[in-house]
């Protein structure tokens, strides 16, 4: 994958974090957490998968080789 493509999923990967942590803040105002257990476990479990994923991703992306700057790509650079 490029860092490009990292970027994307990673993301994505945010916006469900975001969304799924506000559900769950609804579910709790709302007393769902007790008359919901099994979907509220779910819902954790997917937070808890987006966090390790979207974790595995940036280091991942993190391990990636950096592209060389175009200044020092130039022929002679760094050679002065």
Do not use: S
């Not at 974090?17 to 609804?26: G, K, M, S």
């Amino acid at each position: 994958m490029t860092i490009t493509e990292h970027e994307r999923v990673i993301g994505e990967l945010e916006n469900l974090i975001i969304e799924t942590r506000a559900t769950l803040a609804r579910f709790d105002e709302a007393g769902m957490d007790e008359q919901m257990p099994v979907d509220y476990q779910r819902l954790h479990d997917i937070y808890t998968k987006a966090v390790n994923d979207q974790r595995a991703y940036t280091l991942a992306m993190l391990d990636l080789p950096a592209p060389i700057p175009q200044t020092f790509q130039r022929q002679g650079r760094g050679n002065e």
